[in-house]
């Protein structure tokens, strides 16, 4: 994952994550961290040995996760949002369903409408939030990158990393990616608040708040690579 400072949040969500025995590597890049920030959330997990904090530029963002997620030598690689609580039994369930599909899998996701977008965020045909109960495993057109997993083998995530040249977009790019690739995406079947969000504060910096209204380099690229449209 990566972070930008939120308090610490990104203890909470490092152990949250912790508490599913098959974490073997929890990488986090740190944004802008500071040398006291990095020590706080050392502290908060306890310096635990699975974990590596990275200080990072925010060359791509959030999005910089990628960029370590190929020196790993797991079978699978969770890509994670350091906003999220995530349950125990996640990761299990998670890899349960990538076993069954042989395929990305994520809790949150989109059909695009046909039509030509113009505004990618409220392009959605049907949305399938992570934090809303959904009772069917579906297929989708864009997935959301904080809450998916996948088996290394079926991606190249360095050829991931090259392809993104917009920041913050790891949804888009990896959809992408997956989508030349002919994997489908899958969002699988969860319950109400199977995973907790950070309550918004002021200062936070969240993609989404930032680009709902200013998202023409998103729109551009899913009529262009998405839908067809030129």
């Known amino acids: 994952m990566a972070s930008l400072w939120r308090n610490g949040h990104l203890a909470k969500t490092i152990n949250s994550l912790l508490k599913n025995p098959e974490v073997k590597t929890i990488t986090a890049i740190c944004n802008y961290y500071n040398n006291e920030q990095i020590k706080i959330i050392n502290e908060n997990i306890h ?9 990072g530029n925010n060359l791509k963002g959030c999005d910089e996760r990628f960029k370590y997620s190929k020196k790993g030598t797991a079978r699978y690689i969770a890509v994670c949002d350091d906003d999220i609580i995530y349950p125990e039994g996640y990761l299990k369930k998670m890899i349960k369903a990538a076993n069954k599909y042989k395929t990305i899998i994520s809790l949150h ?3 695009l409408k046909k039509e030509r977008a113009t505004n990618f965020y409220e392009h959605a045909d049907k949305m399938y939030h992570c934090r809303k109960e959904l009772n069917q495993d579906v297929e989708v057109d864009v ?11 079926i991606l190249n995530i360095d050829n991931l990393y090259r392809l993104i040249k917009y920041p913050n977009m790891g949804d888009i790019y990896l959809s992408y990616y997956a989508k030349v690739k002919g994997l489908k995406m899958i969002v699988i079947q969860h319950p109400k608040e199977y995973v907790q969000a950070k309550p918004v504060e002021d200062g936070d910096n969240y993609i989404y708040a930032r680009h709902r209204f200013d998202c023409q380099i998103q729109t551009d690229f899913i009529n262009e690579l998405f839908l067809g449209y030129e």
């Open 47 to 55: 310096h635990n040995s699975k974990v590596k904090l990275i200080k």
């Open 143 to 153: 997935l959301g990158a904080g809450v998916c997993l996948f088996e290394r083998s």
């Open 109 to 111: 996701g989109r059909t």
